[in-house]
Nanobody, 120 residues
Framework: QVQLVESGGGLVQPGGSLRLSCAAS????????MSWYRQAPGKQRELVAV???????NYADSVKGRFTISKDNAKDTVYLQMNSLKPEDTAVYYC??????????????WGQGTQVTVSP
């Protein structure tokens, strides 16, 4: 079992920046995919950014050039750096990790979500 704890959300003015963190619990597993999703009120959850262990990275068109997904291997923490934030970025943000457990089983794990509000 892998537990994820998110932090870093909050209220920011348009044009500002935030860095979201997603800390994974220690254990014997390998992360092969890390993702950030978001869900705005009344809308479906959407993929914001995904990064695979091989290095391939993809972003939603709406955040390209503004958001960056990264990982600190030493801390087992995944980040989402968000710059030039816009009101339409307002949402609850969720991290998700695809892992391979010691047993060889693959599972997806989700964080609890963190609120990001972009408003003057």
């Amino acid at each position: 079992q892998v537990q994820l704890v998110e932090s870093g959300g909050g209220l920011v003015q348009p044009g500002g920046s935030l860095r979201l963190s997603c800390a994974a619990s220690r254990g014997i597993y390998t992360i092969y995919r890390m993702s950030w999703y978001r869900q705005a009120p009344g809308k479906q959850r959407e993929l914001v950014a995904v990064k695979f262990s091989g290095g391939n990275t993809n972003y939603a068109d709406s955040v390209k050039g503004r958001f960056t997904i990264s990982k600190d291997n030493a801390k087992d923490t995944v980040y989402l750096q968000m710059n030039s934030l816009k009101p339409e970025d307002t949402a609850v943000y969720y991290c998700s990790l695809g892992v391979v457990l010691a047993s060889g089983q693959t599972n997806d794990y989700w964080g609890q979500g963190t609120q990001v509000t972009v408003s003057p």
